[in-house]
Nanobody, 129 residues
Framework: QVQLVESGGGSVQAGGSLRLSCAASAYTYSNFCMGWVRQAPGKEREGVATSDSDGTAKYADSVKGRFIISKDNAKNSLYLQMNSLNPDDTAMYYC???????????????????????WGRGTQVTVSS
């Protein structure tokens, strides 16, 4: 059974940091490609970061150098460390699990198509200026 539970959202001033956590079932963590997706009011969902099973990470250009995705295999958990936050980062953040991984030339490109994603309930991140 696919289970994803996010935590760690909140309100922070611009320039601040937050760390999101996603607790997954052992089945989900072991068998699915996992990542973070966000959705701001009035905007489409945006992939933020994904992590391959070996920890290889891919990031959206908008968060490169500021966000770090990581995993804890012992806890079946995925994390997103968010630094240098700005108001444009305000969104609902979702942990997502996808049954597929995409590779090209042996390089991890990300998880499979989002229409196949399983979703957590999300955690709100609000950044004030």
């Amino acid at each position: 059974q696919v289970q994803l539970v996010e935590s760690g959202g909140g309100s922070v001033q611009a320039g601040g940091s937050l760390r999101l956590s996603c607790a997954a079932s052992a089945y989900t963590y072991s068998n699915f490609c996992m990542g973070w997706v966000r959705q701001a009011p009035g905007k489409e969902r945006e992939g933020v970061a994904t992590s391959d099973s070996d920890g290889t990470a891919k990031y959206a250009d908008s968060v490169k150098g500021r966000f770090i995705i990581s995993k804890d295999n012992a806890k079946n958990s995925l994390y997103l460390q968010m630094n240098s936050l700005n108001p444009d980062d305000t969104a609902m953040y979702y942990c997502a699990a996808n049954p597929d991984r995409v590779y090209s030339g042996g390089q991890f490109l990300g998880c499979g198509p989002s229409q196949h994603n399983y979703w957590g309930r999300g955690t709100q991140v609000t950044v004030s200026s």
